[in-house]
């Protein structure tokens, strides 16, 4: 049970408010001086060293603090945080979030299912997880009902890509100057403010009403019925198998090889191996989706989507399938008449794109093995030889002893296992999958690590040539929104460049000087030529005192400017 407030006013949270959002407007209602004696006094000290804007951990000291507010740390949690998707679609087998009851501690990755130590790791799966995303609408309704405009948490979704209720796309920074409307505290909350710093009204929206394909609003609405679920009684190694048997139910050329499938039905954009970008028509937020880390949570929402079910409808179909099916779940498929037909359309639909090796293709493998004569007619000559199963059996094992384990997973030999022997081949898939990723992050992270650093070098260039506006601090989300990446990103990759590092660590340094020269050279412009005079630069410098270096600058600028035309 929670404690007696220990401030002096406590605004109710909105029902569909953001952790972070209504700790910010607490702290406005009391001033900064109530709210810090709150948190010294719950053994928080005077500063927040944790982002507390969605995910929060749990500890004594929150507790306490949550208490002076007059809610539990798990009330909070559960209703204004997105840790409800996070258990829904990732829970471990075992294992409960702490301080609450019935959450299911999110799972470490894909090929443990062992508990998470923290939820700051959530916070690291999706490429957006630094953004606040807002619907200008939504702050137009909250003025025009007399509400403080806040941050939506079912916006905060990975799912989610628009307003549903005004038809808009979220956006996280300003229409005008593109400024990020996320707090520059440590502890990354602040309030939701309708005007930006450059005066633009939030509530006015630039693109207008967007016209949301159905895909990506079915998408929506499953990540958002997924806050509103009290508890899912399957973990996420059970939602996988249920997605799975679904998947291939409705195309049984799914069968764990469903990233084209999703990649087709998202018109998704190939980035990397095993990876894809997910950016709808008119929208300014954008999801990379990988077959490992963050995607192994949102594939299913994904694939239930695809398939036109909720959350509650796909447990209960998979529950039924389960319930009358005499062979494991992930075995049950259409008729035979029905994939051979399938495979048929495949193969045929591949072969006018041009395909130079259809013994490549795993419905060639499928064919070749349940329907020769069709494919013989097709292919001819073309028609290779089809090893036997104790052969293919042999030959994975030898594979197996490579250091590559995509020589195993991606040779033709596996995508015969799939059509003939799917005993073997997901045996072989549990075995190669700790190396299989462990070589994916290595591989892709250092190609991509050195894909942004080339682009926030040219970004920083570009940053440093611009000569219309006063120079202003560089930044790592200002840096990373040029480029398209979180501030968060373009940090690590920054920090890991010994070269870029010192590139911004000297822009900073240089800041007052470049601020100074461009001061000097506007009012060298305004005055047409007459002395410019030192009391006018100092009124327009965004810092007070002169040091005797910057008094040395003036007198070097204003000595070299050129006589005016």
Partial sequence: MSGPRLL??????????????WLARVEACNGSGAWLNLTHRSGMGYVFYQIQFDLLNFNPRIEMLFDGLGVSYEEAIKKHSTLKFWSVFRGASQGVVPGTTDLRMPATSIAQDTPMRSLRGLGRLTSSHEERWHCSSCIAEDIDERRQPHWRTHHQLVTSFYCFKHSIALR????????????MRRNGWGMLTRICECGTDRRIEVHGKQEIPEIYERLGRIGEEALAIESVELSWGELQQAMLALARRHDPLCSKRYMPVLREAFSALSSETGAFVMRPPGALRELVHRSDGAGAAVRIPMMFAILGLSIEEAISRYRAMKSTSDKPIRRETKSVTS??????????????????????MRSYCYLRIWDLDWLQAKLGRKLKPLPSLAEDRHEIETRLKADDPTLVLRCAVMRRMMARDMDTYEKVRAILAPRTIQKKRSGMAQKVLRQRQDRLGEALKVLLAQNDSKPRHISYNQLGRVVGLSGTQAMLAILNSPALSEQVAEARRTLKERQLRWIIWDEHKKRKGRPVRISAVMARLPYRGWSKELVELFRSYVTSLPAHE
């Fill in 339 to 360: 994939e051979i037909a399938t495979a048929r359309a495949y193969f045929q639909q591949r072969m006018l794109q041009g395909i130079e090796n259809p013994a490549s």
């Fill in 8 to 21: 002096p006013f406590v605004p109710a949270p909105y029902s569909d408010e953001v952790l972070g959002s």
């Fill in 172 to 183: 996280s920074s300003c229409a005008s100057c593109g400024a990020s409307t996320r707090s």
